[in-house]
């Protein structure tokens, strides 16, 4: 699977949250899990369709990460040095934190 191993939220509005190339065995959650802003979900890693480790982050409208259409996410509540991107969608290119 594309996504490898991945976490897809159910938001009470109807969008999902999407969270993929997770670490293997790092899952936090189970299905049925209430998860809340904070909620340890998982570990960045490097499965399925990836070539080094990351967070594939993307909100999206619907379950079916095939058919499923992504939504734009606003960030608010930003530490200070990543205030570039408060009150605006995150683009390609941004970088949120080095190591």
């Known amino acids: 699977d594309a996504a490898g191993n991945y976490v897809l939220i159910r938001h009470a ?4 949250s999407l969270y993929a190339h997770l670490r293997q065995d790092s899952l936090k959650v189970t299905p049925g899990m209430e998860v809340k802003a904070g909620t340890p979900i998982a570990e960045a890693g490097s ?3 990836s ?3 990351h967070l594939h982050f993307q909100v999206i409208d619907g379950p079916d ?3 499923a ?3 734009p996410v606003e960030f608010t509540g ?3 040095d990543w205030l ?3 009150h605006r969608h995150l683009r390609a290119g941004d970088v949120i934190e080095q190591q």
């Open 84 to 86: 570039s991107m408060q």
């Open 78 to 80: 930003l530490r200070d």
């Open 13 to 16: 509005n109807g969008e999902h």
């Open 65 to 67: 990460l095939n058919a």
């Open 51 to 53: 070539t080094e480790p």
């Open 47 to 49: 499965s399925g369709n």
């Open 69 to 71: 259409r992504g939504l």
